[in-house]
């Protein structure tokens, strides 16, 4: 049997209109390949809204259970191929959403279970099979998807067993999702306390009152165009802690060595080593003569979704970075979740957007990143930091949980569908 036999609709995907007109009056969200790890992450706040046709809204929604395909994209080191599922937490979130023209919607056969297909999908992508089946115009990889679904085996097994599989594999992704959902509320908590703190300027006084509610003195700043505790400063970013940048290099590919990491390979919950390559020992070390990653260092996105960034909590590190920022916390881990937290900060948002240029693709430069302006008491920073310390650390722990979870759920996929491992 082959992938085709399993295939009941296809659903073409739709990029619509950025605008609301009388020929497109629908809202809907698009499911780009961009959006495909994010996705699998749970993160839907990136999914653009688009406007569709009434015609396209009644036939290309996608429905829970669907699988979208991404036609188009990938890199020498990825191709294309990618697989998201349509779950109801996705259509909760999101209530209707099609996919991109670059994409395509498959929904399969009644005796199939979706989230086996997209598991297998998973399998086969993991092992290389659709480079296979790309074809290459104007330097953009295209997935020959029709091909690729009547060259492609896959085992007829029963409604039960694939059910099975699916049990055991989703029992590791919910309880990934599960930690990831205590990790926001742990980040919210934190970021909660720092508004009180340093927004509200509610820090406890000398008498244990919240200071400005209890009248504490304020003084205009200009810096950050606000009132702020008087005696307080405001400095910049390359005042506090040493600012670098990774290579701007393209180091040359290489089948076994070091990750190469950028911008769109970290998140807060962690590092997407799947969509990044491998680089030489000597350009690793290279790259890390200047550029050198450590434990409690953050890593800071400034081009594309600028204010990306992920607090480095693990001891080995294994990559290099290019094209983001690195903060060098770790020379200063007194006030590295301070520093953490003000980057998401009402003075951080506004001064990123007056200093973010590109018209095409958005970036912050180095200069900019490293004038960034901080808002600075290091008595109450201090005091602050030994508060938030717990939550971090409970953070740090629930992702370590999820690593080992990751690694064990896709050392055994392989495992499961090849019948190595069986269930039941």
Not at 164 to 180: C, E, G, M, P, W
Not at 182 to 190: R, Y
Not at 365 to 383: F, G, Q, V, W
Request: aromatic content about 12%.
């Amino acid at each position: 049997m082959k992938l085709a036999d399993i295939v009941d609709v296809f659903i073409a995907g739709d990029w619509g209109n950025e605008s609301l007109s009388n020929d497109t009056p629908n809202a809907v969200f698009c499911i780009r390949g961009a959006d495909i790890m994010s996705i699998r992450d749970h993160k839907y706040t990136d999914i653009p809204k688009r406007y569709i046709s009434k015609r396209a809204k009644e036939t290309k929604l996608l429905k829970v259970g669907d699988l979208v395909i991404e036609k188009s994209g990938g890199s020498p080191i990825q191709s294309t191929g990618r697989i998201s599922y349509i779950s109801e937490d996705l259509i909760q979130a999101k209530k209707e959403l099609v996919c991109s023209n670059f994409s395509i919607g498959i929904r399969v056969k009644s005796r199939w279970n979706p989230l086996y297909v997209y598991y297998y999908w998973q399998y086969i992508y993991n092992l290389g099979v659709f480079f296979n089946f790309e074809s290459k115009t104007s330097g953009i990889k295209n997935l020959q998807l029709d091909s690729a679904l009547e060259a492609i085996a896959i085992e007829e097994i029963s409604l039960e067993v694939q059910n099975q599989i699916v049990a055991t594999l989703s029992s590791y992704d919910h309880k990934i999702a599960f930690n990831r959902a205590i990790n926001h509320n742990l980040v919210a908590m934190a970021k909660q306390l720092y508004d009180y703190w340093f927004v509200q300027f509610d820090f406890p006084n000398r008498d244990g009152k919240p200071y400005k509610s209890s009248g504490g003195k304020m003084v205009w700043n200009e810096k950050l165009k606000r009132e702020i505790p008087e005696g307080w400063e405001v400095k910049e970013l390359n005042e506090i802690i040493k600012v670098k940048d990774g290579t701007h290099t393209s180091p040359k590919p290489q089948n076994e060595g070091y990750y190469l990491i950028t911008s769109k390979h970290i998140s807060e919950n962690g590092i997407d080593f799947n969509s990044a390559y491998r680089i030489s020992i000597e350009d690793y070390t290279e790259i890390n003569r200047r550029s050198l990653v450590e434990s409690r260092d953050i890593l800071f996105s400034m081009i594309g979704t600028i204010g990306q960034k992920y607090l480095v909590t693990e001891r080995t590190i294994n990559y290099a970075i290019k094209n983001m920022a690195l903060l060098k916390t770790s020379q200063y881990t007194e006030i590295v979740y301070y520093i953490w937290l003000y980057l998401s900060s009402i003075d951080y948002i506004r001064y990123e957007s007056n200093v973010i240029s590109g018209s095409i693709q958005k970036f912050m430069s180095l200069d900019a990143m490293r004038k960034i302006p901080i808002l600075y008491n290091l008595e109450k920073i201090l005091s602050f930091q030994k508060i938030v310390t717990n939550l971090f650390l409970q953070i740090s722990i629930t992702n370590s949980e999820n690593k080992i979870l990751t690694k064990q759920r896709d050392e055994l996929l392989p495992l499961l569908m090849n019948g190595q491992v069986t269930v039941g």
